[in-house]
């Protein structure tokens, strides 16, 4: 049998893209194409860049070729997708010659797409090469647009149910703040273990080139580039973490007692740094039991102690016969405070989606409030700006148990300088 041929990295994208569409979340099938195919570094950031990129400007992609193609409702996803691709390269990846990107994409056409395509992509995509400067400018999107909801719904690629969320929530300039920092792309934000010796040589280095963007404590870092960042997390001496998650959890930290039960624990991405700092009876559980072999993983590879791991879900009767001094619940929720690193669930959310949420979410809150014993700590955290799943979800819980305090909230900022948004309360049980 001939053997498979390595993809390139636009093919790769193109067919991780109509992946995605159909259901399959992004970092995972981006990381199982890129292991698949032989591809050189700057090949990977270039399918990367693609991916990602097509995600977080797709519906800006889409209406600069509808305003060219008179025909656009009738073209195909699989014509669409290399020709997004293309528009992508042409207007945002500068390093790329026009000529380049428009020969890949009408040859990709010619051969995996339909013959007929190709006079119509090779003209579209001439024209848009001519036409750069002024689908580079905002004025473009504002000029053609009904209102500044559809403008919004396309500049910033923001689905309409979730602009209507935003906009019923919060003041246009927020939103505004918001939707910016939605398309950008997120600092790299990386935890260094200070367990481990080679971290305080990392950390002197760190701090006398000073290339970071953002600092919090002595080992919570935030970048635009990171050149060793893979090597240095394989050999355990730092976790690519996002930079804001990392915060609360240091603001958190004063609250909880051992033992900690987290019992949303996915791939121990905030238990791990409990364990760094040595607060380390911790029991984890999740309900998804690929993210519990990969949290034990995420153990070793931080050489870190042993912990209590088990399958369970939070909504249905716990398993356990003794009860935690602190609960952790790092709910499943819409997400919409990290689009930026994970563009994807934007095009996902639907109503439904939502009511499963909130019913999880209050069951999560019910079932371990009333485990906890008295004096026990909840520590409740989203990634969302929707209020739905913040405040009001915690002023109902609140109004519910007379004898729940809340001792802290963390909301955000949209105009701060961080490009993601997470919500925390602290509870005290009485
Ligand atoms: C926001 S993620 C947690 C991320 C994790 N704490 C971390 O920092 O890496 C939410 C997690 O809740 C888990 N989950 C969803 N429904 C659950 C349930 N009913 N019981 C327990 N865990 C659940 C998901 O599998 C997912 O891992």
Known sequence: MKPLKDLSSRELSIKVIKEIENGRALQETLDHYLNK????????????????????????LLFVLKNRIRQFKKL?????????????????????????????????????????????????????????????????YKNNTKNEIEFFEVYYSIPQKILELLLNQYTIK???????????????????????????????????????ILKHETRIYGFDQFED????????ILSKKSFESQIILQQIKCFVKEPIWDICAGIGGKLTYFLEEDI???????????????????????????????????TKNFPLKKAPNTIILDVPCTGFGVL????????????????????IQK???????????AGGILVYI?????????????????????????????????????????????????
């Open 37 to 60: 195919n032989k591809l050189n570094s700057s090949d990977k950031a270039l399918a990367t860049n693609l991916v990602y990129g097509y995600f977080r400007l797709k519906n800006r």
């Open 76 to 140: 195909p996803n699989r014509f669409l997708h290399p020709m997004c691709l293309a528009v992508y390269e042409i207007l945002y990846l500068d390093r790329i010659p026009d000529y380049a990107t428009v020969n890949f994409y009408v040859e990709y056409i010619k051969k995996n797409v339909d013959k007929k395509l190709v006079g119509l992509s090779n003209g579209v995509l001439r024209n848009i090469c001519r036409e750069k400067n002024s689908y580079l400018h905002k004025d473009f």
């Open 174 to 212: 927020q939103a505004r703040c918001f939707l910016e920092k939605s398309i950008d792309r997120p600092y790299i934000g990386i935890r260094i273990n200070k367990k481990l010796v080679e971290a305080v040589k990392l950390i002197e280095n760190l701090e006398l080139e000073k290339k970071y």
């Open 229 to 236: 960042v893979d090597k240095l997390e394989q050999r355990g």
């Open 280 to 314: 380390c009876d911790i029991w984890a559980s999740d309900v998804d039991f690929k993210k519990l072999i990969y949290l034990k993983k995420e153990l070793l590879r931080l050489k870190l102690k042993e912990i209590l791991v088990f399958l369970a879900d939070g």
């Open 340 to 359: 930026s690193r994970r563009p994807d669930i934007k095009y996902r959310f639907n109503e439904k989606r939502l009511k499963d949420l909130l019913q």
């Open 363 to 373: 069951r999560l809150l019910e079932n371990s409030i009333e485990f906890l014993p």
């Open 382 to 430: 989203t990634c969302t700006w929707n209020k739905m799943e913040n405040g009001d979800m915690i002023e109902g819980i609140l109004g519910k148990y007379d004898y729940l305090n809340l001792l802290k909230e963390i909301d955000f900022d949209f105009c701060s300088k961080y490009r993601e948004f997470f919500y925390c309360a602290v509870l005290k049980k009485q």
